[in-house]
Every structure is written in C-alpha cells, then in structure tokens.
C-alpha cells in the first residue's frame, strides 16, 4: 500500500497533468450532470406507457369493434 507521502506526489502530479491540458481520467460533476437526460427516467416511462398504452387500446378498439 502507498504511503501518505507517495500519494501526494501522485495526486499532485495529476493536478499538474490536467493543468497544463491533458485530459483527466475522470469526468467532473458537471460534465457528468451536462451528459445526463434531461428527463427522468420515471417521466419518460410514464410518456411511453401512456404512448404505447393508447396505440393499444385503440387497435383493440378497431379490431374488435
């Protein structure tokens, strides 16, 4: 297991590395929230079940009646 010391060089020389351009292995907070959905996952469920729920019932609806 690194020691404390080891771990501080390592973390300040990736602070460096990113500082001077090259991209960080990990992505941000922000980046992360700018990639995610802008809808819930919940909300586009109930979109689709609604949908796909209605192109149903009015299939039924014509072969049936």
Known sequence: MPT????RKKNEKFANSV???K???H???Q???AKSSPINLW????IC??????????LVRIIFL
């Open 4 to 7: 404390e010391f080891e771990m």
């Open 19 to 21: 500082r001077e351009g």
């Open 23 to 25: 991209k960080a292995t």
């Open 27 to 29: 992505l941000s907070r």
């Open 31 to 33: 980046q992360k929230l």
């Open 43 to 46: 909300a586009l469920g109930v």
């Open 49 to 58: 079940f609604v949908v796909i729920g209605g192109v149903v019932f009015e």
